[in-house]
């Protein structure tokens, strides 16, 4: 089983910034994706950053610029950086964890909610 468990969200006006966590444990492997989703209300669900074990990183072209992706292994937790913050980026963001050699499935974290205003 894997657990995460996400923190960070809130409430901030446009051109401000939040940091997400995501603290991960469990029967992990080496070799594995994380990252966030988002998805409003009445919208698609949309990937919005990976980092892959070794530090390569992917970005939406929507975020790239003011999204930063990173990872602490020691301490099996991931975080987005969010600057410059829009009010189209107001959404749930939910944390994944993506084994890619030796595991099976996708798991996610509960969700935290960021809200940016005019």
């Known amino acids: 089983q894997v657990q995460l468990v996400e923190s960070g969200g809130g409430l901030v006006q446009a051109g401000g910034s939040l940091r997400l966590s995501c603290a991960v444990s469990?029967?992990?492997?080496?070799?594995?994706?994380m990252g966030w989703y988002r998805q409003a209300p009445g919208t698609q669900r949309e990937l919005v950053a990976t980092?892959?074990?070794?530090?390569?990183?992917n970005y939406a072209d929507s975020v790239k610029g003011r999204f930063t992706i990173s990872r602490d292994n020691a301490k099996s937790t991931v975080y987005l950086q969010m600057n410059s913050l829009k009010p189209e980026d107001t959404a749930v963001y939910y944390c994944?964890?993506?084994?890619?050699?030796?595991?099976?499935?996708?798991?996610w974290g509960q969700g935290t909610q960021v809200t940016v205003s005019e």
């Open positions: 994944y964890y993506r084994p890619l050699l030796g595991g099976t499935g996708n798991y």
């Open positions: 980092i892959i074990s070794g530090g390569s990183t």
């Open positions: 469990g029967r992990l492997f080496d070799i594995n994706a």
